[in-house]
């Protein structure tokens, strides 16, 4: 008789409680037979973190907040679940030995996780960009050192991780992201300076975390998903397009030598890029639905509007300066996202810091040694202080 027993893998989910960590546990608990959850952890949401827990039967919930330990004591009482808090636990939690962490973080402050469960020899399931961007090379060779596996859970990584065969790296042509063009793709600039928390959330076509829907909101998603894509697939910046395809069903595209392009298609549904980087090589139905070609209305293609979306030019030059220019870009967007959603200022500013960071403040931090994963920590807090201080002396604050 043939046994249908698999081993079951070992998870552990970094940022549980967000939009992908979520999702990830949907697709765990949609097959209990393929995973086991040893641990899930989050920033600040106790409830949801205690709650996931006990859902998915987790080991060890850790929250970053020390001071909300107590509380996530007293929610898992009746429980066997154990606790942690603080950000060296959360370490601690990605560097125990399980088959994938998956690392839904959002930010900066997802990096040491990440080296972490890499350096103790864990693969990781990646959605968290922001460290890939900041430290992308780092990343790379330390999981090539440590026999590690990255699995990309950015949709447009991950389909082209599905299509892109490593070893045939010479006959790509090139990368082609695709983007949505987030909620403004047809307003005019002086309407999306202007644009409120609100609309910058909404948007058209998926369901996500706060920083990447004001991201896709500025393109500099896809900014950074240029800059991602040539660390994981460590192809130059000259190889790697973006077109606005506002439909979101082909994911992205790899175009070979040989004139032939492979795409990978779906649904705008996270569990389709979780399931597959949880399961790899193996496919799991994700409860998500099989997209129905009939249904699909048609498909458009066009060129993104850099006047209008500077932020995709501003990825290429980060790309050309190099890994600096990365973590300052980064840092620099992290700030100031965080300061329009704080409403301190307007959507319009975002850009303007940005732009301020590489082109005025970069250059007088070119000259950072970027020999450590502490020294990537240090330009990105030097950013964070300066672009702090730009927008205190240089943005009209908004009433
Ligand atoms: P989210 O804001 O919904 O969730 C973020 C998670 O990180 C939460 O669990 C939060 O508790 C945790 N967290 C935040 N700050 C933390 C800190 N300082 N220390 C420890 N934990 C912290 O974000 P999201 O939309 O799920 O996105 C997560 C990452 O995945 C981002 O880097 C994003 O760019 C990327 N991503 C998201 C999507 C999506 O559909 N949401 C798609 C592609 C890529
Ligand atoms: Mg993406």
């Known amino acids: 008789m043939f046994s249908s027993m698999k ?66 004591i007293k929610l898992l009482s009746d ?47 990646v959605a968290n960009k922001e460290p890939l961007v900041a430290a992308g090379e780092f990343i790379t060779n330390l999981a090539k050192e440590n026999g590690v596996k990255i699995l990309p859970v950015d949709s447009e990584h991950n389909a082209i991780f599905q299509v892109f065969e490593d070893n045939n790296k ?9 983007a949505s063009g987030g909620p403004f793709l047809n307003w005019n600039k002086k309407e999306i300076d202007n644009a409120t928390t609100d609309q910058a959330l ?14 896709s909101a500025t393109m500099m998603n896809k900014a950074l998903e240029i800059i991602e894509a040539a660390y994981l697939f460590d192809l130059p910046s000259e190889q790697i397009d973006v077109v606005i395809h506002r439909q979101s069903i082909i994911h992205s ?45 048609t498909l458009t293609f066009e060129k993104p509007d850099i006047v209008k979306f500077p932020a995709l030019k501003y990825a290429y030059k980060c790309l050309e300066l190099g890994q600096g220019a990365c973590i300052t870009l980064n840092a620099s967007n992290e700030v100031a996202v965080a300061a329009f959603l704080e409403k301190i200022i307007s959507f319009g500013d975002i850009i303007k810091c940005n732009m301020y960071a590489i082109d005025n403040l970069y250059p007088k ?18 950013v964070h202080l300066a672009i702090k201080e730009y927008i205190v002396t240089k943005l009209t604050p908004k009433g």
């Open 202 to 215: 909404k948007h058209p076509n998926w369901s996500m975390g706060a920083k990447i829907s004001i991201d």
């Open 365 to 382: 931090l070119a000259y950072y040694e970027l020999k450590t994963i502490e020294d990537v920590e240090n330009l990105d807090q030097t």
């Open 7 to 72: 081993q079951k893998k070992i998870v552990t989910i970094l940022g549980a409680t967000g939009s992908v960590g979520q999702n990830t546990v949907d697709v765990i608990c949609k097959n209990p037979e393929s995973f086991e959850v040893y641990a899930v952890t989050a920033n600040e949401n106790v409830e949801l973190l205690a709650a996931t827990a006990i859902k998915v039967g987790a080991k060890l919930a850790v929250i970053a907040n020390q001071n909300l330990e107590n509380d996530l």
């Open 170 to 178: 010479g006959q790509v042509y090139k990368l082609i992201l695709t």
């Open 253 to 297: 595209m790899v175009s070979y030598k040989d004139g032939s392009m492979l795409a990978q298609l779906g649904q705008s549904d996270m569990r389709t890029p979780i399931a597959s980087a949880l399961s790899w090589p193996d496919r799991l139905d994700t409860g998500g639905g099989i997209l129905n070609v009939y249904e699909l209305s």
């Open 79 to 125: 429980s066997d679940v154990k606790t942690r808090s603080g950000s060296e636990a959360i370490n601690e939690c990605a560097a125990h030995n399980v088959d994938i962490v998956m690392c839904a973080i959002v930010g900066f402050a997802g990096l040491r996780p990440l080296i972490y469960a890499i350096e103790n020899g864990n693969n990781v399931a």
